[in-house]
């Protein structure tokens, strides 16, 4: 196995199918970060920040009709 | 036992229940299917794998100051988490085909057929056996860690993971068939929200923010976390396109 399917294979197990939850992740926390240093109360960002990218990844999913095949995890 | 340590042990408990069941799955249908020998030395050595990976980083991680482990391991928590509950909740809304061992256990078993079984040692059957043991078994290794480490307590993580191994394997022993009766699903769904409470909480704390009423503001967390989630779901299969009612 070379560098880059090793890379590739941390990239899939870390960040998933959908990096832009872990950019909110990282965003949910810097921006805690940041407020916390100017003094203020941020222990509500974190989660407002997660659940708000979260709603926002699945929009437009819709049930399909079919829903019991194998998948992966 | 504290409130955290419970938390602590029944989150990893519950992750390594239902990686150790798909895990199962595919070493039953190589070992049914092929040589057990050679499925049950793939697992062994998996496991002695994950052993060495969770002993070698696990105090290596608690050396870390604990601002920069709980910033570390609560962003890794939360980039985790979202994923395990966005593909939850798409399951449980219908909108992503759900889990099914009973299906994963017919495709491996002909997928194993398939392949000549040699007459001396089953290189395929021991390859199959560790890949699937080291791979669903990587992610338990990580929660041990992340959630072990940041409660400086590796050694109950481990324990609570050894646990669920133990029960999903009585259990297949006895049943000797894939355990499609487990609640996997609804184990993913309640996994994600606790990967994300977890990690919304530590990288929160790690970041300087401070909680209202400590550890305590954890069991709340969680119980928004989780009715955030239903709520999506609901939202979800909201969407679904009505079908048109055929005349009589």
């Known amino acids: ?73 | 036992m504290t409130g955290a340590q419970t938390s602590l042990a029944l989150s990893v408990f519950l992750a390594c229940a239902v990686e150790a069941v798909e895990a199962f799955t595919i070493v039953l249908a190589v070992g049914t299917t092929r040589h057990w020998p050679a499925a049950l030395a793939g697992t062994g050595v998996a496991g002695l794998v994950l052993a060495v990976v969770v002993a070698a980083l696990g105090p290596a991680l608690t050396v870390l100051p604990l601002g920069v482990l709980r910033v570390v391991v609560g962003g890794l928590l939360l980039t985790f988490g979202l994923q395990w509950l966005r593909k939850a909740i798409l399951r449980a809304a219908g909108a992503k085909d759900k889990h099914d061992e009973e299906a994963i256990f017919a495709t491996e078993r002909a997928e194993a057929a398939a392949v000549p079984v040699p007459t001396g040692f089953d290189g395929y059957a021991f390859a199959i056996s560790f890949k699937a043991v080291l791979l669903e078994g990587l992610e338990v290794a990580f929660i041990v860690l992340t959630f072990g480490a940041n409660q400086h307590d590796v050694g109950l993580a481990a324990a609570a993971a050894a646990a669920a191994v133990l029960a999903v394997l009585g259990a297949g022993l006895a049943l000797r068939a894939p355990l499609a009766r487990v609640p996997e699903n609804g184990m993913k769904f309640a996994v994600g929200v606790l990967l994300t409470s977890f990690g919304i909480f530590w990288g929160a704390e790690g970041a300087g923010a401070h909680w209202p009423g400590g550890e305590a503001s954890l069991g709340p967390l969680v119980a928004v976390i989780l009715l955030a989630a239903l709520a999506m779901v609901a939202e979800v299969r909201g969407r679904a396109v009505p079908t048109a009612a055929v005349p009589g």
Not at chain 1, 25 to 42: D, E, K, P, R, Y
Request: some cysteine.
């Open chain 1, 1 to 73: 196995m070379n560098a880059r399917r090793i890379l590739d294979a941390i990239w899939d197990f870390v960040v998933g199918d959908d990096p832009r939850l872990a950019l909110a992740a990282l965003v949910a926390i810097g921006l805690t970060a940041v407020v916390c240093a100017f003094g203020l109360s941020a222990w509500w960002l974190a989660p407002a920040v997660a659940l708000a990218s979260l709603r926002w990844s699945l929009r437009g999913a819709r049930p399909s009709a079919t829903s019991a095949s194998k998948t992966s995890s």
